[in-house]
């Protein structure tokens, strides 16, 4: 069963730096481009970090310089370290999984991707 599980998520104060995990099961997952993606309440879900089969990483410019993207390939599992978040970073954030872009100019498109988990709350207060 092809299956994406997101956790960590919660209330976090801000400044904090919680850990999101995105555990895969039932697909190949070390050939899969791998994004998070977030959707803040009444707005568009958008890509936050995005990791390709080989490593190479996109962030949205909202993040970059606080998120990191990671992977461990031998678990099957997606990491987002989030750190510095403000009560703009609050939303449900997901996990999702698709098969090699062409460029990684797509990597934070959601249109690229075609597997996609739950979603984790994290919600920031002041």
């Known amino acids: 069963q092809v299956q994406l599980v997101e956790s960590g998520g919660g209330p976090v104060q801000a400044g904090g730096s919680p850990r999101l995990s995105c555990a895969a099961s039932?697909?190949?997952?070390?050939?899969?481009?791998m994004d998070w993606f977030r959707q803040a309440p009444g707005k568009e879900r958008e890509g936050v970090a995005a990791i390709d089969s080989e490593g190479s990483t996109s962030y949205a410019d909202s993040v970059k310089g606080r998120f990191t993207i990671s992977q461990d390939n031998a678990k099957y599992t997606l990491y987002l370290q989030m750190n510095r978040l403000s009560a703009e970073d609050t939303g449900m954030y997901y996990c999702a999984a698709g098969p090699p872009l062409a460029s990684i100019r797509y990597l934070l498109l959601t249109s690229a991707y075609n597997i996609w988990g739950q979603g984790t709350q994290v919600t920031v207060s002041s």
């Open positions: 039932g697909f190949t997952y070390s050939r899969y481009c």
